[in-house]
C-alpha cells in the first residue's frame, strides 16, 4: 500500500494542510503585520487544502474497494 502513488498523494495533501495549519496558527500567535496582512489568505488556502485532501482520501478508499 504504501508504493501505491495515489496513497503517496494521500499523505502529501494531509502534510499541506497541516504545514499551512501551523503557518496559520504561527502567524496567530505572533501577531502583527503577517497576520493582519495574510491571516484570511491561509485561512482561505487551509480550507481549500482541506477540501482537496478529502476528495483525494475519497478517491484512494473508493479505488482501494474496487480493486479488491
Known amino acids: 500500500m504504501s508504493q501505491d502513488p495515489l496513497f503517496i ?3 502529501l495533501s494531509m502534510a ?3 504545514i ?3 503557518i496559520g496558527i504561527g502567524g ?3 501577531g502583527g503585520e503577517f497576520n493582519r496582512k495574510y491571516a484570511n489568505k491561509l485561512m482561505r488556502l ?4 482541506q477540501f482537496l485532501a ?6 484512494f478508499v473508493y ?3 474496487t480493486r479488491g
Do not use: E, T, W, Y
Not at 46 to 49: G, K, P, V
Not at 54 to 59: H, P, Q
Open 9 to 11: 498523494l494521500v499523505i
Open 20 to 22: 499551512v495549519l501551523m
Open 54 to 59: 478529502v476528495a483525494i482520501i475519497l478517491l
Open 16 to 18: 499541506v494542510v497541516l
Open 46 to 49: 487551509r480550507i481549500l487544502a
Open 28 to 30: 496567530f500567535g505572533k
Open 63 to 65: 479505488l482501494s474497494g
